[in-house]
């Protein structure tokens, strides 16, 4: 018989949801690999109305939703860093949100969380597979050339970076018919869905994500390895 996990992702805005969808999912599914017997697992987009709460209540009422909802037994918690590193951000709201679901006294909500904290922003991950980011873009200059030769969490703005790649791919000589129409927001899903996790895990970022996932599994007894 198999067992089940039921996820819940909440995030900054839309986009990012379009790109950590399926890479929360497809990690999810990876580290269940490694679980004690059938894991099947799922992942539900948590949506809530952010106005006029800060971080902390924006997770609280994302976790009661989740777990009224949908009885989810993990939420997946987004926030980028805007930074260098993520030391800032998980001071002073990854770690208090955990908090605050633990010392909810009643089963309103769920209490299981794992941050996701991208170093810069979730477009530092999108970075990370070159090859893969200038194929989607329909650009053949060289990494250096597009200024995205570097370790991605180094980049201040990889946003912008990518920005700049596209307009520059409809500009050259090698842009695509394809992409003419091509936007940042059309990147997202699409490289979100094909990234090789063993590209994200050259990053710190997610490797935390990963290993805090496995944490929290191995506290609630699926995993063993």
């Known amino acids: 018989m198999s067992n089940f996990i039921l996820t819940g992702l909440f995030t900054e805005g839309t986009t990012d949801n379009r790109f950590l969808e399926s890479v929360v999912k497809r990690t ?3 580290v269940a690999f490694d679980c004690t017997g059938d894991v099947d697992v799922e992942l539900e987009i948590i949506s809530i109305s952010k106005t006029k709460l800060g971080f902390n209540e924006q997770v609280l009422e994302a976790s009661k939703l989740a777990f009224e909802k949908y ?18 951000t998980f001071k002073s ?7 605050l679901l633990l010392s909810q006294k009643d089963a309103t909500c ?34 250096a050339e597009l200024g995205i030769h ?14 700049g790649i596209i307009r520059l791919s409809k500009e050259g000589k090698t842009k695509r018919k394809r992409n003419k129409g091509l ?6 899903q699409i490289i979100g869905q094909k990234v090789e996790l063993s ?27």
């Open 71 to 88: 009885s989810i037994l993990l939420l997946f918690v987004h926030t980028d860093a805007d930074d260098k590193n993520d030391e800032y």
């Open 183 to 188: 936007d940042i927001s059309d990147l997202y």
């Open 110 to 143: 769920c209490k299981n969380m794992v941050g996701i904290v991208p170093i810069q922003m979730t477009e530092s991950w999108m970075i990370v597979d070159r090859d893969l980011l200038k194929s989607e873009i329909g650009i053949e200059e060289s990494d």
């Open 150 to 163: 570097l370790d991605p969490e180094t980049l201040k703005d990889p946003k912008g970076l990518i920005e």
């Open 199 to 225: 590209e994200l895990e050259k990053l710190s970022s997610y490797l935390k994500f990963k290993n805090s996932l496995i944490e929290v599994l191995k506290e609630l007894n699926f995993y063993h390895k």
């Open 93 to 99: 709201k990854i770690f208090p949100a955990q908090e």
């Open 28 to 30: 999810l599914e990876d």
